[in-house]
């Protein structure tokens, strides 16, 4: 258990999630630590293609701390797909298209049914953005403020098919064939989110020097309970990584047949209200409609 002390706790389907903000008239909260069981092996979206994510076992994380490597199993491969071809005669690979993702159709259809009524009430759709986030040539890290990736992750300019590296070098931030945004209940956090869940003085500075700034161990998002931490947007560095934050608490990309930690995020209403609690992890908000 973690309290940062920021009171921002608040009790969602019976467990504890924290407030990521709010943003126009919907209250943006993640789940406090990652999914560890439920998730089947693979899941097979009922749209019927051939979209699929699986649990990793390779021990990624086992760095001698064995307990880390017991979270490692635990992490899921965020994209992994297959889609047949126009003609019937093959499957392409989709790399990192959070709309075709297994997981997607997973957090939106079976994780949404363990949902209780009375919460799936209070969620409502939103806009994601999924526009790459620049990668630094020579660090391999987020490049940019939080307000620079938060701009990042609206990109909307589509790549050339040539293009299969270093996006942002070709003035472009969509791999070809991505959508720029997905409408939706349940989702992950930006970049953006967890460079300003960060403490203000880090906000002008950039967020691939966070860890030599002290950015991880001064953010709440920052977990040493979680691990590695999966995030929505995908990496201009190539079309088959997206972003995470690792085990230190770096913001850099993974490659998506890899695993990393899963905190689902949604949106709640406006009408949603506090009927008691202080905010505090030993008094989370409790919310009602």
């Given at each position: ?57 390779d021990g990624r994380y086992d760095d001698g701390d064995t307990s880390l490597y017991e979270k490692a199993k635990y992490k ?6 297959l889609k047949e071809d126009e003609d019937g005669q093959g499957y392409q690979y989709m790399p990192n298209d959070w709309t ?21 009430n209070m969620m409502v759709d939103e806009t994601y953005y999924l526009g790459n986030v620049t990668i630094d040539n020579s ?151």
């Amino acid at each position: 258990v973690q309290d940062s002390g920021l009171r921002n706790y608040v009790k969602f389907n019976d467990e504890m999630w924290r407030i990521v903000g709010v943003f126009g008239d919907k209250i943006k909260i993640v789940k406090d630590m990652p999914l560890t069981t439920g998730i089947p092996e693979k899941y097979t979206p009922t749209d019927g293609l051939k979209y699929e994510f699986g649990i990793i076992y390779d021990g990624r994380y086992d760095d001698g701390d064995t307990s880390l490597y017991e979270k490692a199993k635990y992490k899921y491969t965020m994209y992994n797909g297959l889609k047949e071809d126009e003609d019937g005669q093959g499957y392409q690979y989709m790399p990192n298209d959070w709309t075709h993702a297994g997981l997607q159709y997973w957090l939106n259809e079976a994780y949404y049914k363990t949902i209780k009524p009375e919460y799936q009430n209070m969620m409502v759709d939103e806009t994601y953005y999924l526009g790459n986030v620049t990668i630094d040539n020579s660090t391999y890290m987020v490049k940019g403020t939080a307000k620079d990736v938060y701009g990042q992750e609206r990109g909307n300019v589509e790549c050339d098919q040539s293009v299969t590296q270093w996006s942002q070098n070709h003035s472009c931030n969509l791999w070809k064939g991505n959508q720029a945004t997905w409408l939706g209940k349940i989702s992950l956090l930006y970049p953006s989110d967890y460079g300003y869940a960060s403490d203000n003085s880090n906000w002008n500075k950039d967020m691939g020097e966070y860890m030599i700034n002290g950015g991880s161990l001064n953010n709440w998002l920052f977990n040493t309970n979680a691990g590695a931490t999966w995030l929505l947007s995908p990496s201009s560095y190539d079309p088959d990584d997206a972003m995470y934050w690792d085990d230190i608490g770096d913001v850099s990309y993974i490659n998506v047949n890899n695993g990393a930690a899963l905190r689902p995020v949604v949106n709640l209403k406006s009408s949603v209200v506090v009927t008691e609690g202080d905010g505090s992890y030993n008094s989370p908000f409790v919310i009602s409609e």
